[in-house]
């Protein structure tokens, strides 16, 4: 039988998905809400966007699903999930892939979060939980010589973190929670650990899960880890700093957290996303993530070699011990082609030529749409992050020499093409060694 998929997403992780779902033969078509121009170049399946909604449409895209008759909905995205969509949809009898509002608390509520982990032995940062500016401040002139994160309870698209390496700095972090709204209401001053950050996935259906793989996201906007926070500008699968004894503390971390969401009458399925560091030799839980990440997702979606709808379908039935999920060995490179001006102010680029989307595919590359737009016969910048270009190869010397060979073909009209050269460079310099 040929189903119809429902992906919520925009950028590049629901362009992977369509990717990855438009492989499955049980497939016949693809909605994305509210999806992207791009997302139809890697796929022969028919793929139809929603560009006028959100991801928190719910009554549109609970519509949408009875018109279009939806087999399975990969609710995919953050909002969508803090919203309850996953709830919504098992109402009506969709299944759905992802987690329900209660399981993905983890993500869309740092502060329930930090308190969980508490409870569960779950190694992370000692951190203290604020509701208002006054408070954090005063806590913080306590400790004049401390430095720390503050970070918004609430979803903030990536950009919720920001470090105080020195009191003036966290008292102005601290005044700039405001900016996140309501997400910023209540804030968390959490330890400053020196660390090597990555992240790790897992499947999960609510009993077991299943280790699928490791990344390593590069958050700053500038080369040399320099500029503040983005979404993400590129990352590397499988970084080398998670060796089998990291995947092993990572593996206990990912059953302790079954384990307590179990005891919290909140089964977890979906995909389950560890944001670990590395202090010393031991691994330390900065976030959970409730989704795939972006730009992780297009680096370890591609690695897998199941069929997706048959992952899917286990995961929802609580099955997921009983399929042997087959990861290939390649390692990959994706780089985030950027508007100028990005993170802060892109708004002159919006709306200018991209040039060169063509001539890089034919260079051995994957190339996921985001922030980009069809007009008339042209690609045009629709966001901030515009598009990724992901290189595959035996090591990260060929996957880093196929992307940055493609990102040298393409433009942005006026020279407002930004991105960064060294994704990558930690493993880089662990093979010069």
Not at 50 to 67: D, G, M, R, Y
Not at 75 to 95: C, P, W, Y
Not at 338 to 359: L, Q, R, T
Request: proline residues 3%; aromatic residues 8%; glycine residues 10%.
């Amino acid at each position: 039988m040929s189903r119809t998929i429902l992906i919520t997403d925009a950028g590049g992780r629901g362009a992977v998905l369509v990717d990855k779902y438009g492989e499955s033969i049980h497939v016949g078509k693809i909605l994305v809400v509210p999806g992207n121009d791009l997302m139809q170049v890697n796929t022969k399946k028919e793929v139809i966007t929603f560009p006028h909604l959100k991801t928190t449409s719910v009554k549109e895209i609970l519509e949408i699903a009875k018109k279009e008759k939806v087999d399975l909905a990969d609710v995919s995205q953050d909002n969508a999930v803090e919203v309850g969509l996953v709830n919504e949809l098992q109402k009506k009898g969709i299944k759905a892939m992802g987690p329900t509002k209660q399981a993905g608390q983890l993500e869309w509520d740092k502060s329930w979060a930090r308190q969980f982990m508490d409870k569960y032995e779950i190694p992370s940062p000692e951190f203290f939980i604020f509701k208002s500016q006054s408070a954090g401040i005063n806590f913080v002139k306590k400790f004049p010589k401390r430095k720390w994160f503050v970070k918004a309870a609430g979803l903030a698209e990536g950009k919720g973190v920001i470090p105080g390496a020195s009191l003036d700095e966290t008292i102005s972090a601290i005044k700039q929670m405001q900016k996140f709204g309501s997400s910023g209401e209540t804030f968390l001053l959490e330890e400053w650990l020196e660390g090597e950050e990555f992240s790790a996935f897992a499947l999960c259906d609510g009993e077991d899960f299943t280790f699928i793989g490791t990344a390593q996201d590069h958050k700053r906007v500038n080369d040399g880890d320099v500029g503040p926070n983005t979404g993400g500008m590129g990352c590397v699968s499988n970084p080398l700093i998670v060796d089998e004894k990291m995947k092993k503390q990572v593996e206990e971390i990912f059953e302790k957290t079954m384990d307590g969401l179990r005891r919290e009458g909140r089964l977890y399925k979906g995909v389950l996303y560890l944001g670990g560091m590395v202090v010393k030799d031991k691994v330390y839980v900065i976030e959970f993530n409730a989704r795939w990440g972006d730009p992780e997702a297009e680096v370890l979606l591609p690695s897998i070699k199941n069929d997706l709808v048959e992952i899917a379908d286990a995961v929802i039935s609580g099955n997921i011990k009983k399929i042997k999920i087959e990861v290939d060995k390649k390692i990959r490179v994706v780089v985030a082609a950027c508007a100028k001006g990005y993170p802060a102010d892109y708004s002159k680029v919006k709306g200018k030529k991209i040039y060169g989307i063509e001539n890089a595919q034919k260079m051995g590359v994957k190339i996921y749409g985001a922030g980009v737009k069809k007009q008339g016969e042209d690609w045009v910048v629709n966001g901030g992050r515009v598009l990724y270009i992901v290189g595959e190869g035996k090591d990260i010397l060929e996957a880093r020499e196929k992307v940055y060979s493609a990102m040298k073909l393409i433009s942005i009209e006026g020279n407002n093409l930004h991105y960064r050269t060294d994704i990558g460079w930690r493993d880089l310099q662990r093979l010069q060694k």
